[in-house]
């Protein structure tokens, strides 16, 4: 069944240095999104992109964070300079028609800002 | 500002009886509303869904019901097997379609 991969599956980075967290959604899908969930706090949406654009960010997704789908294959995530409440398992989920129910997570990607 | 609201962190159930797991919600412009499972080192995966104008949706052992009064809804897993052991967190959606608002999770574990 095909599956959509993260990588890498953890990274210590530290505070103020930049961060690129790749996923390689499923091959025929459109739509792609990055949540986020902090330890033992809620998931929580950061962005879509379609068509290679954004087209929906959350208050969370400021001008520290971009998105990028550099290829046919990847899809990043990058955060400029992080800082110690970046700290978060972040995730990477696809689609083919857009619409919540239908997406696809990735396994996740652990982010420690020390 | 919590808009989706699950109050219980874990619940354990015996085998073979009934899981009913918690939401509640406080954004009257909610229109859909999703359960995922989420295992140990994987992502969150699709479970079950209802629409805003229903107020049951059944798949299988699962069933999700919705009280808009109240904004609350549970899912019910019967009978539940060890196998439903995982994290299901209660998901609403906005009426632009586009802004996703997750609960913090209920933690279920099915003692065989």
């Known amino acids: 069944e095909p599956e959509v991969t993260q990588t890498p599956s953890h990274q210590v980075t530290q505070m103020g240095q930049e961060v690129i967290l790749r996923c390689v959604p499923i091959s025929n899908h459109l739509y792609f999104y990055w949540y986020r969930q902090i330890l033992g706090q809620k998931v929580e949406f950061l962005v879509s992109?379609?068509?290679?654009?954004?087209?929906?960010k959350s208050e969370i997704f400021d001008d520290q964070f971009s998105v990028e789908r550099p290829d046919g294959s990847n899809f990043t995530l990058k955060i400029r300079s992080t800082k110690l409440e970046d700290s978060a398992m972040y995730f990477c989920?696809?689609?083919?028609?857009?619409?919540?129910?239908?997406?696809?997570f990735g396994p996740g990607t652990r982010l420690l800002v020390l | 500002d919590q808009q989706v609201k699950q109050n219980s962190p874990s619940l354990s159930v015996q085998e073979g009886r009934i899981s009913i797991l918690n939401c509640d919600y406080t954004n009257s412009m909610f229109d859909y509303f999703l359960w995922y499972k989420k295992y140990p080192a994987e992502g969150p995966t699709f479970l079950i869904s209802?629409?805003?104008?229903?107020d049951k949706n059944e798949d299988g052992r699962f069933t999700v019901f919705l009280n808009k009064s109240a904004k609350h809804l549970s899912l019910h897993i019967v009978p539940s097997q060890p196998g439903d052991s995982a994290v299901y967190f209660c998901a609403a959606r906005d009426l632009s379609g586009n802004q996703f608002y997750f609960g913090t999770g209920t933690s279920l574990t099915v003692i065989p």
């Open positions: 209802i629409s805003s104008i229903k």
């Open positions: 989920a696809s689609n083919v028609a857009g619409g919540i129910e239908t997406q696809y």
């Open positions: 992109f379609y068509n290679n654009e954004i087209s929906e």
